[in-house]
């Protein structure tokens, strides 16, 4: 029964590294320090502040602001904020508000650019 004392030493060991790391791993993921991590995503009602169904520009624009502000305070990168659609690229049609339409069609347009993403 006592042959081998340094393979009880060593799977006691090997059980205390594998609960560090299952343990660490949840609070490494909601860092955001994990790999292929997707940007955070908003809904439309999320933009739309006075909720009439349409955003117009300045509702877009002061909802980026208002997130770089959350993302400054709580000391997170601004990493590609310059790369962010502009209120253009999202009033598909041109009107000068878009819709949740014109918002679901954009967010499918960059899912389908992501997924084809190094694939040339």
């Avoid at 709580?74 to 590609?80: D, F, I, P, Q, T």
């Amino acid at each position: 029964m006592h042959a081998h004392p340094w393979l009880r030493a060593f799977l006691i060991l090997l059980a205390v590294c594998a609960t560090v790391v299952f343990l660490s791993v949840p609070a490494y993921a909601e860092d955001g320090h994990h790999k292929n991590r997707h940007q955070e995503r908003h809904t439309y009602t999320d933009i739309d502040a006075d909720g009439d169904g349409q955003v117009n520009a300045e509702e877009y624009y002061a909802f980026r602001a208002a997130r770089m502000a959350e993302r400054a305070k709580a000391g997170r990168k601004m990493k590609n904020a310059a790369n962010r659609p502009t209120f253009d690229d999202l009033d598909l049609d041109g009107d000068g508000n878009f819709s949740a339409a014109e918002f679901a069609a954009h967010q499918g347009d960059c899912a389908k650019d992501r997924s084809h993403a190094g694939r040339d």
